[in-house]
């Protein structure tokens, strides 16, 4: 699609143009008219392949759509810049790993006329390498009516399986399904290399998830961990339920086998 198409559609706005930013680039790039804000100098090649006009973020926030792509430490900062510049009707979406507090956030500081979707793709660059179709992706409505056309356009546009959820659900499942992989990968990943040659294939499918995650940033596992409010009550059960297997697998070395008692 020539810029002169490209043009006469509406326009996209992404903050933060990092590895997840890019990736939306590469699949919305014929839908909309994209430009992008990033504060780091690393994302100029990135921008330059993929047709994106980098500019200020009070450019970026005035955009028909806003993706907030920015990490948790910095979230709040932005979508306060955000609120001052973006425009009546706009829509404003995020992609973060957790919704409760970013959704809080939106509420709270971006003007009442604008709509409001929290979302969380649950893909990312390396399990979206080889196409987003099908993938599943979570929308929570927080305030105005656009959510229903932005899940139409999700489903039959890109062909993502939309989830409508609301934060509270989304961050309670998603402590279990995220909290725990990424947990138990740093874990293993620790370990040391894992072996590659007799393995079996419920180990290559513990390898292909670990995989999908170790080249994720460090602020991805923070917010994971630390940024969603049930994380630390699923992470404290799963190292209990560990612990306690541990002492029952020491209890149980100590007891003599029957036939080892000479009896």
């Not at 997840?20 to 699949?27: E, K, M, T, V, W």
């Not at 790039?29 to 330059?48: C, L, N, R, T, W």
């Not at 599943?136 to 409508?164: D, E, W």
């Amino acid at each position: 699609m020539n810029n002169k198409s490209r043009s006469q559609n509406r326009s996209l706005g992404i903050v933060g143009f990092g590895a997840f930013g890019q990736l939306a680039a590469r699949h919305l790039g014929q839908h909309f008219e994209i430009m992008a804000y990033d504060p780091s100098p690393d994302i100029a090649v990135a921008a330059k392949q993929l047709e994106v006009r980098l500019s200020s973020l009070h450019s970026v926030s005035q955009a028909d759509v806003v993706l907030i792509a920015a990490p948790v430490s910095s979230f709040e900062g932005v979508v306060s810049e955000i609120a001052v510049a973006c425009k009546p009707d706009a829509l404003i979406v995020d992609v973060g790993s957790v919704k409760v507090a970013p959704s809080e956030i939106m509420r709270r500081l971006l003007p009442n006329h604008v709509d409001i979707v929290a979302t969380h793709p649950l893909f990312g660059p390396q399990s979206g390498k080889t196409g987003i179709e099908g993938l599943k992706i979570a929308v929570c409505p927080i305030q105005g009516k656009q959510h229903a056309r932005l899940a139409a356009f999700l489903h039959k546009v890109l062909g993502l399986s939309v989830i409508m959820t609301t934060p509270e659900d989304h961050d309670q499942e998603a402590a279990v399904v995220q909290g725990l992989t990424h947990l138990i990968a740093k874990v293993l990943l620790g370990m040391g290399p894992l072996p590659t040659c007799m393995t079996t294939k419920s180990f290559d499918l513990l390898s292909e998830a670990i995989s999908m995650v170790q080249d994720d940033a460090p602020e991805v596992f923070e917010a994971i961990e630390k940024a969603n409010p049930y994380a630390e009550t699923v992470r404290r059960q799963f190292f209990d339920l560990a612990a306690s297997l541990s002492i029952e697998l020491e209890t149980a070395s100590r007891i003599p086998l029957h036939n080892e008692t000479g009896h």
